[in-house]
C-alpha cells in the first residue's frame, strides 16, 4: 500500500512557474515509478511526466517537454513536478501516483493522490 498526498498548487498567472510536491508513505517506495498527471474540467486525464526510484530515470510528454522537470528526494520519499511558462490551458488537477511498471499510461498507476488544483489565470 502506497498513500500520496500532493501540495503546491494555486492560482498563478500565464507566464510564471509552479512546484508541486508528492509525498509518498509506504513500504518498499523504491520498487515503484511515481508518474504526474493532470486532468482539465470535461477532458480526461493527461499523463505530464515519471521518474523511477530506483535509478531516477525520467520521462516527459512531449507536450510539455522544454518547460515541465520531473525530480526527487529520495531521503524525504517525495517527487516534483516543476512547470515554467504556464498558460491558461494547464488549468487542472494534477495528480501523483505511482505504479509498477514504467509506463507513461493510465492504467498502469495503481496509487493515486487526491490531487492538487492549479488555475493559470490573469
Known amino acids: 500500500q502506497v498513500q500520496l498526498v500532493e501540495s503546491g498548487g494555486g492560482l498563478v498567472q500565464p507566464g510564471s512557474s509552479l512546484r508541486l510536491s508528492c509525498a509518498a508513505s509506504?513500504?518498499?517506495?523504491?520498487?515503484?515509478?511515481m508518474g504526474w498527471f493532470r486532468q482539465a474540467p470535461g477532458k480526461e486525464r493527461e499523463f505530464v511526466a515519471y521518474i523511477r526510484w530506483s535509478d531516477l530515470l525520467t520521462y516527459v510528454s512531449n507536450s510539455v517537454k522544454g518547460r515541465v522537470t520531473v525530480s526527487s528526494e529520495n531521503a524525504k520519499n517525495t517527487v516534483f513536478l516543476q512547470m515554467d511558462s504556464l498558460n491558461a490551458g494547464e488549468t487542472a488537477g494534477y495528480f501523483c501516483?505511482?505504479?509498477?511498471?514504467?509506463?507513461?499510461?493510465?492504467?498502469?498507476?495503481?496509487?493515486w493522490g487526491q490531487g492538487t488544483q492549479d488555475t493559470v489565470a490573469a
Open positions: 501516483a505511482a505504479a509498477h511498471r514504467t509506463r507513461a499510461i493510465t492504467s498502469e498507476y495503481i496509487y
Open positions: 509506504g513500504r518498499t517506495l523504491s520498487t515503484y515509478t
